[in-house]
């Protein structure tokens, strides 16, 4: 089994920026695709971005590109997230996740994922 553990997320005035975190424990050598979803009050939850083993593919929202940024360590077991240019409509909780599935091909669907983190609460004031 694999735990995923977000830190990082709270309040900020839009226009700010904020970093999350994810530290991944226990069966992490097959990690493939790691990344983060997020899901608004009333709203579905939605892919924000995913990164590959390598690093070498990487994926973005229409609505996080050029604003949000994802990296991986692979030594340390970590995936971050760097969100500059925060607006309002980017409060949600947000969800580190994690595939063992050896293939980007579905890298926005939810259904890629085997392991959810519990989320982290991200809020951006106007």
């Known amino acids: 089994q694999v735990q995923l553990v977000e830190s990082g997320g709270g309040l900020v005035q839009a226009g700010g920026s904020l970093r999350l975190s994810c530290a991944a424990s226990g069966r992490t050598f097959n990690l493939y695709t790691m990344g983060w979803f997020r899901q608004a009050p009333e709203k579905d939850r939605e892919f924000v971005t995913g990164?590959?083993?390598?690093?070498?593919?990487?994926y973005y929202a229409d609505s996080v590109k050029g604003r949000f940024t994802i990296s991986r360590d692979n030594t340390k077991n970590t995936v971050d997230l760097q969100m500059n240019s925060l607006k309002p409509e980017d409060t949600a909780v947000y969800y580190c996740?994690?595939?063992?599935?050896?293939?980007?091909?579905?890298?926005?669907?939810?259904?890629?994922?085997?392991?959810w983190g519990q989320g982290t609460q991200v809020t951006v004031s106007s």
């Open positions: 990164i590959n083993w390598s690093g070498g593919r990487i």
């Open positions: 996740v994690a595939s063992t599935v050896p293939s980007t091909s579905q890298a926005m669907s939810r259904l890629q994922y085997d392991y």
